[in-house]
């Protein structure tokens, strides 16, 4: 039996043959003469195959690396863009609703911001007084991202459950609600306390619920469990803080009104000692329960009847007027403390000395009705606004603003009265009667129907006068809006001090009269003030 050996090229070939025939899948080479009628053994190349195979694994196992890089690469650029995406939806929404909030209330005031931590854990506290307005404001005017926990049927209406995953919020399962399965509330407990494990910042109404009681209503422990549950595995350099926040509307059901959001002392949450997964213990979860109580009762206005409420109102109003008018109106945070305080002497007076309780009630009460009669703020009770300098500023100044405003003004309200009317009405029917959800069914209304009024317009336009012109009507229409607002308001205090200024002028006895009886009411609510201090 002979032995053909071949040639280096033809050697070089077959394996070439059989590297390739290798590579789809085939066994062992054979390596046949090419004289027929004899046959060949079989040469096995053992170290061409073994280089083969050993560099097909290794072409493999690179290809397969940096697919795998490629995909993660991906993904990280996926999750990067979704971030990034994420980030510009709630920065839109958030200015979009801080302008709402802006056109809905007159005026708004944060107070006691350098309060909040910078960074670090925190949970806000806050009252529930007026729906969905109140983690607008917090969302909107708090220097810090926060991710609220809102109950968990918002989640699953059209709209506000789309701003809730917009904002990152956090379902709550209450057993009121239906649907609701409450033993889903440890991953909500869990989601919390990753938030704040990684330094950010949630927010909680413990009420659990919005009211308009002239108190705060029990306090749910759900905050409590959340911050024990996380501040066990927190260092000391950054621990878990807890930052009350009060809100306040002076009328909270009422357009062009005013707010106040304020911040209270933040204190540290101390750590019990818990087992992985465990819950906190009760007596521990009751204790820091009760000092959020106490910390939300100092950032907020408490009394047992409403009735006390609208009496301190009336006062806080009374020793706040000044004859002579402040070049500023003054802060929402000192008419707040000023409430507060009036709110604490309260109940002392009128335990203590009843008698002249009753009759500073009754005094306060006639001189409201003289006002109302005679149509009258408090505020334009003033002598020092009527010298003829100032009269006459002011009315060259209210005539100017007036006559600028007025086509734009009048373009307003001819186009927006009907969107207007409808949203007081929807607002009404759909609250029935319940104040805390009025101002939030209203600015809902008007989110809808005020932009429709836009788009309708706009239509309008586009179909009689082109595309350009319609667009330029969808730009103009909202600052319309806008300058029939001013208008309005403006007009209003024009007729107001005209007022005051009439009879000033014609009834000089029945001004004084009240200014004299208004002196004299601030005079005993110091007195009594006083007489509380010292008692």
């Keep these: 039996m002979s032995v053909r050996l071949n040639r280096p090229y033809q050697l070089r070939d077959r ?55 490629h995909d993660l690469d991906l993904r990280r650029v996926a999750g990067r863009t979704r971030r990034r995406r994420a980030v510009a939806v709630r920065t839109f929404f958030r200015a979009l609703f801080g302008l709402i909030l802006r056109v809905f209330f007159r005026r708004i005031e944060v107070s006691g911001i ?7 854990p925190v949970i806000f506290v806050l009252n529930h007084p007026s729906g969905l307005i109140d983690p607008a404001f917090l969302l909107c005017l708090a220097p810090r991202r926060i991710s609220l926990l809102a109950k968990a049927p918002l989640f699953r209406m059209p709209v506000i459950g789309f701003f809730c995953r917009a904002f990152e919020a956090i379902p709550v399962h209450r057993r009121q609600d239906a649907g609701s399965d409450s033993s889903q509330n440890r991953e909500t407990f869990d989601t919390a306390r990753g938030v704040l494990a990684r330094g950010g910042a949630i927010a909680i109404f413990p009420e659990g619920v919005s009211h308009s009681d002239p108190k705060l209503r029990p306090l749910k422990t ?4 959340i911050a024990f549950g996380v501040a066990r595995g927190l260092s000391q350099s ?11 509307y002076r009328a909270k059901r009422t357009f062009r009104s005013v707010a106040l959001l304020y911040f209270g002392e933040p204190f540290v949450v101390a750590p019990v000692a818990l087992e992985p997964g465990e819950e906190p213990p009760a007596g521990p979860v009751r204790e820091l329960t009760a000092r959020i109580e106490r910390a939300l009762a100092a950032v907020t206005l408490q009394a047992e ?9 009336r006062a806080q109003r009374i020793v706040s007027t000044e004859d002579e008018a402040p070049p500023s109106p003054p802060s929402l945070a000192d008419e707040f403390a000023l409430r507060r305080r009036l709110l604490a002497g309260y109940d002392v007076v009128r335990e203590q000395w009843p008698e002249r309780f009753a009759a500073l009630a009754t005094r306060i009460d006639r001189y409201e009705a003289a006002l109302a009669v005679a149509g009258l703020d408090p505020q334009q009770l003033a002598p020092g606004r009527f010298t003829p300098g100032r009269v006459a500023r002011y009315v060259g100044k209210a005539v100017l603003v007036l006559v600028l405003l007025l086509p734009a003004a009048l373009v307003g309200v001819v186009v927006h009265y009907p969107a207007y009317r409808a949203v007081g009405f929807v607002a009404t029917g759909m609250a029935k009667g319940a104040e805390d959800a009025l101002a939030s ?29 319609g667009l330029l009507a969808l730009a103009i229409a909202p600052l319309t ?13 024009i007729i107001g001090g005209a007022r005051a200024l009439s009879l000033f002028v014609f009834r000089r006895w029945a001004f004084l009269r009240l200014l004299a009886e208004r002196h004299a009411i601030r005079e005993e609510i110091v007195a009594l003030g006083r007489a509380v201090e010292t008692s």
């Design 114 to 120: 350098e309060r909040v931590p910078e960074s670090g």
């Design 305 to 313: 009847q409403a009735e006390a409420h609208s009496l301190v109102e």
């Design 238 to 248: 950054a621990p878990l803080r807890i930052v009350p926040a009060g809100l306040y």
């Design 441 to 469: 069914i209203k600015v809902l209304a008007a989110m809808l129907l005020f932009p429709l009024t836009w788009i309708g317009v706009a239509a309008v336009v586009w179909l009689g006068r082109g595309l350009e012109d």
């Design 15 to 69: 394996q070439l043959g059989f590297t390739a025939h290798a590579g789809h899948g085939g066994g062992l080479e054979h390596l046949h003469d090419s004289s027929p009628g004899r046959r060949s053994l079989p040469v096995p190349r053992w170290a061409p195959v073994r280089r083969t195979l050993a560099g097909r694994g290794r072409a493999d196992h690179s290809v397969g690396r940096a697919r795998g890089r």
């Design 481 to 493: 809006a806008y300058a029939a607002l001013l208008f309005f308001e403006r007009l209003d205090r």
């Design 222 to 225: 759900g905050a409590a469990r």
